[in-house]
Protein backbone atom coordinates (compact mmCIF):
# COMPACT_ATOMS: atom_id res chain seq x y z
CA UNK A 1 0.00 0.00 0.00
CA UNK A 2 1.49 3.23 -1.15
CA UNK A 3 -1.13 5.52 0.88
CA UNK A 4 -2.28 5.57 4.71
CA UNK A 5 -5.35 4.16 4.70
CA UNK A 6 -6.60 5.94 8.13
CA UNK A 7 -6.41 9.48 5.62
CA UNK A 8 -8.15 7.83 2.71
CA UNK A 9 -10.95 6.62 4.87
CA UNK A 10 -11.08 10.51 6.47
CA UNK A 11 -11.12 11.53 2.76
CA UNK A 12 -14.04 9.39 2.00
CA UNK A 13 -15.94 10.37 5.21
CA UNK A 14 -15.74 13.67 3.70
CA UNK A 15 -16.50 12.95 0.20
CA UNK A 16 -19.52 11.25 1.49
CA UNK A 17 -20.59 14.35 3.70
CA UNK A 18 -20.54 15.82 0.33
CA UNK A 19 -22.43 13.28 -1.35
CA UNK A 20 -25.27 12.64 0.79
CA UNK A 21 -26.04 16.65 0.42
CA UNK A 22 -26.01 16.47 -3.56
CA UNK A 23 -27.97 12.97 -3.55
CA UNK A 24 -30.80 15.03 -1.16
CA UNK A 25 -30.73 18.09 -3.15
CA UNK A 26 -31.21 16.05 -6.57
CA UNK A 27 -33.79 14.47 -4.80
CA UNK A 28 -35.96 17.49 -3.61
CA UNK A 29 -35.00 19.26 -7.12
CA UNK A 30 -36.73 15.98 -8.91
CA UNK A 31 -39.64 15.96 -7.12
CA UNK A 32 -40.00 19.93 -8.51
CA UNK A 33 -41.70 19.30 -11.74
CA UNK A 34 -44.21 16.56 -9.87
CA UNK A 35 -45.28 19.17 -7.39
CA UNK A 36 -45.96 21.71 -9.85
CA UNK A 37 -48.23 19.25 -12.25
CA UNK A 38 -50.12 18.78 -8.72
CA UNK A 39 -50.69 22.50 -8.55
CA UNK A 40 -51.98 22.77 -11.76
CA UNK A 41 -54.25 19.71 -11.75
CA UNK A 42 -55.51 21.41 -8.50
CA UNK A 43 -56.63 24.32 -9.96
CA UNK A 44 -57.58 22.75 -13.60
CA UNK A 45 -60.31 20.67 -11.13
CA UNK A 46 -61.52 24.49 -9.82
CA UNK A 47 -61.99 25.08 -13.33
CA UNK A 48 -63.99 22.52 -14.01
CA UNK A 49 -65.85 22.96 -11.45
CA UNK A 50 -66.93 26.69 -12.96
CA UNK A 51 -67.67 25.42 -16.35
CA UNK A 52 -69.92 22.55 -14.88
CA UNK A 53 -72.14 25.62 -13.19
CA UNK A 54 -71.89 27.49 -16.07
CA UNK A 55 -73.18 24.47 -17.82
CA UNK A 56 -76.34 23.76 -15.72
CA UNK A 57 -76.99 27.51 -16.10
CA UNK A 58 -77.37 27.00 -19.59
CA UNK A 59 -79.28 24.35 -19.07
CA UNK A 60 -81.47 25.61 -17.20
CA UNK A 61 -81.97 28.48 -20.04
CA UNK A 62 -82.66 26.29 -22.26
CA UNK A 63 -84.82 24.24 -20.20
CA UNK A 64 -86.92 27.55 -19.28
CA UNK A 65 -87.47 28.42 -22.97
CA UNK A 66 -88.56 25.01 -23.57
CA UNK A 67 -91.08 25.69 -20.81
CA UNK A 68 -92.24 29.07 -22.04
CA UNK A 69 -92.93 27.25 -25.70
CA UNK A 70 -94.91 25.27 -24.75
CA UNK A 71 -96.89 28.05 -22.45
CA UNK A 72 -97.00 29.76 -25.09
CA UNK A 73 -98.47 27.11 -27.44
CA UNK A 74 -101.10 26.19 -24.32
CA UNK A 75 -102.32 30.23 -24.03
CA UNK A 76 -103.16 29.76 -28.26
CA UNK A 77 -105.26 26.72 -27.58
CA UNK A 78 -107.26 28.52 -25.03
CA UNK A 79 -107.63 31.48 -27.11
CA UNK A 80 -108.67 29.50 -30.07
CA UNK A 81 -110.93 26.90 -27.34
CA UNK A 82 -112.90 30.25 -26.32
CA UNK A 83 -113.80 31.79 -29.93
CA UNK A 84 -114.69 28.01 -31.03
CA UNK A 85 -117.26 28.19 -27.90
CA UNK A 86 -119.58 30.48 -28.96
CA UNK A 87 -120.01 28.20 -32.32
CA UNK A 88 -120.84 25.57 -30.69
CA UNK A 89 -124.81 24.54 -31.24
CA UNK A 90 -124.95 21.76 -28.03
CA UNK A 91 -124.68 22.29 -24.00
CA UNK A 92 -122.91 19.10 -24.63
CA UNK A 93 -120.80 20.08 -26.76
CA UNK A 94 -120.40 23.45 -24.99
CA UNK A 95 -119.79 21.84 -21.65
CA UNK A 96 -117.32 19.54 -23.34
CA UNK A 97 -115.49 22.20 -24.80
CA UNK A 98 -115.34 24.31 -21.29
CA UNK A 99 -113.68 21.20 -19.69
CA UNK A 100 -111.43 21.52 -22.37
CA UNK A 101 -110.26 24.89 -21.85
CA UNK A 102 -110.03 23.88 -17.54
CA UNK A 103 -107.53 21.50 -18.53
CA UNK A 104 -105.27 22.92 -20.63
CA UNK A 105 -105.39 25.90 -17.71
CA UNK A 106 -104.50 23.10 -15.80
CA UNK A 107 -101.49 22.01 -17.65
CA UNK A 108 -100.72 26.14 -17.69
CA UNK A 109 -100.29 26.50 -14.33
CA UNK A 110 -98.30 23.51 -13.87
CA UNK A 111 -95.91 24.71 -16.48
CA UNK A 112 -95.96 27.83 -14.62
CA UNK A 113 -94.53 26.50 -11.47
CA UNK A 114 -92.10 24.64 -13.38
CA UNK A 115 -90.77 27.76 -14.91
CA UNK A 116 -90.78 29.76 -11.41
CA UNK A 117 -89.03 26.82 -9.84
CA UNK A 118 -86.48 26.53 -12.91
CA UNK A 119 -85.89 30.64 -12.51
CA UNK A 120 -85.08 29.61 -8.62
CA UNK A 121 -82.43 27.26 -10.01
CA UNK A 122 -81.09 29.33 -12.17
CA UNK A 123 -80.23 32.42 -9.97
CA UNK A 124 -79.00 29.94 -7.58
CA UNK A 125 -76.47 28.88 -10.28
CA UNK A 126 -75.82 32.43 -10.93
CA UNK A 127 -74.78 33.24 -7.40
CA UNK A 128 -72.71 30.19 -6.83
CA UNK A 129 -70.84 31.30 -10.35
CA UNK A 130 -70.25 34.73 -8.94
CA UNK A 131 -68.80 33.30 -5.87
CA UNK A 132 -67.13 30.47 -7.74
CA UNK A 133 -65.29 33.26 -9.96
CA UNK A 134 -63.90 34.74 -6.72
CA UNK A 135 -62.46 32.03 -5.20
CA UNK A 136 -60.84 30.91 -8.89
CA UNK A 137 -59.10 34.58 -9.41
CA UNK A 138 -57.56 34.19 -5.43
CA UNK A 139 -56.58 30.78 -6.75
CA UNK A 140 -55.17 32.27 -9.35
CA UNK A 141 -52.76 34.55 -7.36
CA UNK A 142 -51.82 31.41 -5.09
CA UNK A 143 -50.86 29.15 -8.28
CA UNK A 144 -49.07 31.73 -9.64
CA UNK A 145 -47.38 32.42 -6.24
CA UNK A 146 -46.47 29.05 -4.88
CA UNK A 147 -44.72 28.06 -8.56
CA UNK A 148 -42.77 31.27 -8.29
CA UNK A 149 -41.50 30.09 -5.03
CA UNK A 150 -40.82 26.26 -6.60
CA UNK A 151 -38.92 27.85 -9.22
CA UNK A 152 -37.29 30.28 -6.92
CA UNK A 153 -35.88 27.16 -4.81
CA UNK A 154 -34.70 25.32 -7.98
CA UNK A 155 -32.49 28.28 -8.92
CA UNK A 156 -30.89 27.92 -4.97
CA UNK A 157 -30.65 24.04 -5.24
CA UNK A 158 -28.95 24.51 -8.95
CA UNK A 159 -26.38 27.25 -6.99
CA UNK A 160 -25.45 25.02 -3.72
CA UNK A 161 -25.07 22.06 -6.79
CA UNK A 162 -22.50 24.02 -8.14
CA UNK A 163 -21.23 24.36 -5.68
CA UNK A 164 -21.14 20.96 -3.91
CA UNK A 165 -19.63 19.62 -7.18
CA UNK A 166 -16.33 21.89 -7.31
CA UNK A 167 -16.09 20.92 -3.77
CA UNK A 168 -16.70 17.35 -4.46
CA UNK A 169 -13.89 16.83 -7.24
CA UNK A 170 -11.76 18.87 -4.78
CA UNK A 171 -12.53 16.47 -2.19
CA UNK A 172 -12.01 13.16 -4.35
CA UNK A 173 -8.04 14.10 -5.21
CA UNK A 174 -5.96 11.85 -3.18
CA UNK A 175 -8.03 9.25 -2.80
CA UNK A 176 -6.84 5.99 -4.65
CA UNK A 177 -8.41 4.99 -7.75
CA UNK A 178 -9.37 1.62 -6.56
CA UNK A 179 -10.69 3.06 -3.45
CA UNK A 180 -12.95 5.19 -4.85
CA UNK A 181 -14.09 2.80 -7.72
CA UNK A 182 -15.61 0.89 -4.57
CA UNK A 183 -17.00 3.65 -3.08
CA UNK A 184 -18.61 4.97 -6.35
CA UNK A 185 -20.17 1.31 -6.83
CA UNK A 186 -21.28 0.72 -3.08
CA UNK A 187 -22.93 4.49 -3.10
CA UNK A 188 -24.67 3.53 -6.32
CA UNK A 189 -26.05 0.11 -5.16
CA UNK A 190 -26.73 1.22 -1.28
CA UNK A 191 -28.97 4.49 -1.67
CA UNK A 192 -25.73 6.56 -2.00
CA UNK A 193 -24.68 5.54 1.21
CA UNK A 194 -21.02 3.95 1.31
CA UNK A 195 -19.72 4.61 4.00
CA UNK A 196 -20.53 4.13 7.58
CA UNK A 197 -19.99 5.00 11.07
CA UNK A 198 -20.01 1.87 13.74
CA UNK A 199 -21.11 3.59 16.97
CA UNK A 200 -22.46 1.57 20.05
CA UNK A 201 -20.98 -1.18 18.00
CA UNK A 202 -23.70 -1.13 15.09
CA UNK A 203 -23.03 0.19 11.49
CA UNK A 204 -25.03 3.13 10.89
CA UNK A 205 -25.42 2.00 7.68
CA UNK A 206 -28.13 -0.77 8.28
CA UNK A 207 -27.77 -0.90 12.43
CA UNK A 208 -27.15 -4.30 12.27
CA UNK A 209 -24.69 -5.57 15.62
CA UNK A 210 -20.51 -5.46 14.02
CA UNK A 211 -18.49 -7.51 15.94
CA UNK A 212 -15.62 -6.92 17.96
CA UNK A 213 -13.37 -8.66 15.88
CA UNK A 214 -14.36 -6.67 12.97
CA UNK A 215 -14.30 -3.24 15.01
CA UNK A 216 -10.33 -4.77 15.65
CA UNK A 217 -9.74 -5.14 12.12
CA UNK A 218 -10.82 -1.61 11.42
CA UNK A 219 -8.13 -0.10 13.89
CA UNK A 220 -6.23 -1.55 12.55
CA UNK A 221 -6.13 0.70 9.40
CA UNK A 222 -4.63 -1.43 6.88
CA UNK A 223 -7.48 -2.99 4.64
CA UNK A 224 -10.70 -1.57 4.21
CA UNK A 225 -13.67 -3.57 5.94
CA UNK A 226 -17.20 -3.47 5.24
CA UNK A 227 -19.62 -3.96 7.15
CA UNK A 228 -20.69 -7.94 6.92
CA UNK A 229 -25.12 -7.25 6.27
CA UNK A 230 -24.76 -4.28 4.50
CA UNK A 231 -21.21 -4.42 2.34
CA UNK A 232 -21.06 -0.78 3.40
CA UNK A 233 -17.25 -0.06 3.93
CA UNK A 234 -17.16 0.81 7.46
CA UNK A 235 -15.01 3.37 10.02
CA UNK A 236 -14.86 4.31 13.39
CA UNK A 237 -14.91 7.85 14.87
CA UNK A 238 -11.66 8.08 17.03
CA UNK A 239 -13.14 10.42 19.48
CA UNK A 240 -16.04 8.14 20.42
CA UNK A 241 -15.90 3.96 21.51
CA UNK A 242 -17.07 2.09 18.47
ZN1 LIG B 1 -24.17 -2.33 7.62
Known amino acids: ?61 KQRKGKELDLGSKEEVIKKNQT ?7 NKEYAAMLKEIAGTKADISVIEDGILGIMEQADAAKDEIAREKEVLKGEEGKLSMEKNKIQVRIKEIDDRLAQLRADRSRATSGIDAKIMGQYDRIMKGRDWLAIALVKNNACQGCFMNVPPQVINL ?25
Not at 33 to 61: G, R, S, V, W, Y
Open 218 to 242: IKMYDQLVVCEVCQRILYIDDNEPA
Open 84 to 90: QLYQLKT
Open 1 to 61: MDFNLKEQISKLVALQAIDTQIYNLETEKNSKPEEIKKLDTAFEEKKQHLADLEKKLLDLQ
